[in-house]
């Protein structure tokens, strides 16, 4: 299988058939948020919120974001927090830390997208 164009190598080093290789965890703590070859590797841009420690505060400075892991079910992930909902979506967070948003949740879709940025490969 031939990766998409404009892929990196950090991103194709973490990639196995376009999925999530290894679990992926909290930058901040040990919690695991999905294992592995659950995430499909998705190139879209959206400008996520920057990261912060309190519960249900969105910052307004936002980055624009282009590489996510999708994913199809919410009931797919091992661990993860809901943010209120906030123009139309909800940002996902880490369930123990409650660092994020991590990424964000479609209400219309029911798909979630976890930044690749912001999560570790373990
Ligand atoms: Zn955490």
């Given at each position: 299988m031939t990766a998409p164009a404009g892929i990196s190598p950090e991103i194709e080093a973490v990639l196995e058939n376009g999925l999530n290789k290894t679990a992926l965890t909290c930058l901040h703590c040990p919690s695991?948020?999905?294992?592995?070859?659950?995430?499909?590797?998705?190139?879209q841009e959206f400008a996520l919120p920057a990261m912060t420690k309190?519960?249900?505060?969105?910052i307004d400075e936002k980055h624009e974001l282009r590489e996510f892991w999708k994913v199809k079910d919410m009931f797919q992930f091992e661990n993860?927090?809901?943010?209120?909902?906030?123009?139309?979506?909800?940002?996902?967070?880490?369930?123990?830390?409650?660092?994020?948003?991590?990424?964000?949740?479609?209400?219309?879709?029911?798909?979630?997208?976890?930044?690749v940025s912001r999560v570790r490969n373990s």
């Amino acid at each position: 299988m031939t990766a998409p164009a404009g892929i990196s190598p950090e991103i194709e080093a973490v990639l196995e058939n376009g999925l999530n290789k290894t679990a992926l965890t909290c930058l901040h703590c040990p919690s695991r948020i999905l294992n592995p070859s659950v995430g499909t590797f998705v190139q879209q841009e959206f400008a996520l919120p920057a990261m912060t420690k309190q519960k249900n505060q969105i910052i307004d400075e936002k980055h624009e974001l282009r590489e996510f892991w999708k994913v199809k079910d919410m009931f797919q992930f091992e661990n993860v927090g809901f943010s209120n909902t906030v123009d139309g979506v909800k940002y996902l967070t880490c369930a123990d830390c409650e660092m994020g948003p991590i990424g964000w949740h479609d209400l219309v879709t029911k798909e979630n997208f976890i930044a690749v940025s912001r999560v570790r490969n373990s």
